[in-house]
């Protein structure tokens, strides 16, 4: 019998301590690896990635970090976080739509480093 899928979306959220290619590209190539481990994701079940950054951060578009981890098919799209005062620094948020075999509260949503104080009811095993 064949495993019914369903479209999910997965959220998640990395800091990065600088506003470098480098810095911007390795956290985020960790935070969509962490992502597709943590919900058992393959590529081909991906639909779309949405990439938000907040205003301190334009180095590079995360979405290369996508391309280099080999997801050539996966449609990306980068944009600008709302700068609203106070909000954390130097944050790179996804949105992951996927199809997923598991209920909504099933799915595992991601949250790095600083990042982790966005979803503090979030517990371990979600990121």
């Known amino acids: 019998m064949e495993e019914k899928l369903w479209v999910r979306g997965i959220r998640g959220a990395v800091t990065v301590p600088e506003n470098s290619p480098e810095a911007i590209l390795g956290a985020v190539k960790e935070l969509l690896e962490a992502i597709a481990s943590y919900n058992n994701l393959q590529p081909e079940?991906?639909?779309s990635i949405i990439f938000s950054v907040t205003e301190d951060l334009?180095?590079?578009?995360?979405a290369q970090a996508a391309r280099e981890l080999g997801w050539l098919n996966v449609p990306l799209f980068c944009t600008l976080e709302i700068a609203v005062p106070g909000s954390?620094?130097?944050?790179i948020r996804v949105l992951m739509h996927a199809y997923l075999p598991c209920s909504q509260n099933e799915v595992k949503h991601v949250y790095l480093g600083d990042a982790a104080q966005l979803r503090p009811d979030l517990d371990?095993?979600?990121g």
């Open 45 to 47: 079940n991906m639909i």
């Open 58 to 62: 334009n180095a590079v578009f995360p």
């Open 124 to 126: 371990e095993k979600n």
């Open 88 to 91: 954390l620094k130097r944050c």
